[in-house]
Nanobody, 121 residues
Framework: QVQLVESGGGLVQAGGSLRLSCAAS????????MGWYRQAPGKQRELVSR???????NSADSVKGRFTISRDNAKNAVYLQMNSLKPEDTAVYYC???????????????WGQGTQVTVSS
């Protein structure tokens, strides 16, 4: 079994900052790409940022220059530093990781339970 547990969400005023954390645990052989997605009420889930095992990143245009994704491979963790937050960043943020549980298996995508981020104007 694999679990992804997020933390760090909350309520912040516009212009403020939050740091999200996500740690993967359980039966893990290796992790490829890790990322953050978000879903606002009435909207589809969208990619925020993702990072490869080698550290290559890509992010949505709406967060470039404000959000920074990073990871700690030794801790099976991924982080999202969110600065200059805007009300339109309000959403449930989900952690995601492509995990291989043994050398005999391929990579499967796992999701966390989500953490609420609310930005007030």
């Amino acid at each position: 079994q694999v679990q992804l547990v997020e933390s760090g969400g909350g309520l912040v005023q516009a212009g403020g900052s939050l740091r999200l954390s996500c740690a993967a645990s359980g039966s893990i052989f290796s992790i490829n790409t890790m990322g953050w997605y978000r879903q606002a009420p009435g909207k589809q889930r969208e990619l925020v940022s993702r990072i490869s095992s080698g550290g290559s990143t890509n992010s949505a245009d709406s967060v470039k220059g404000r959000f920074t994704i990073s990871r700690d491979n030794a801790k099976n963790a991924v982080y999202l530093q969110m600065n200059s937050l805007k009300p339109e960043d309000t959403a449930v943020y989900y952690c995601n990781a492509d995990i291989r549980q043994s050398y005999r298996e391929g990579y499967f995508t796992h999701w966390g339970q989500g953490t609420q981020v609310t930005v007030s104007s």
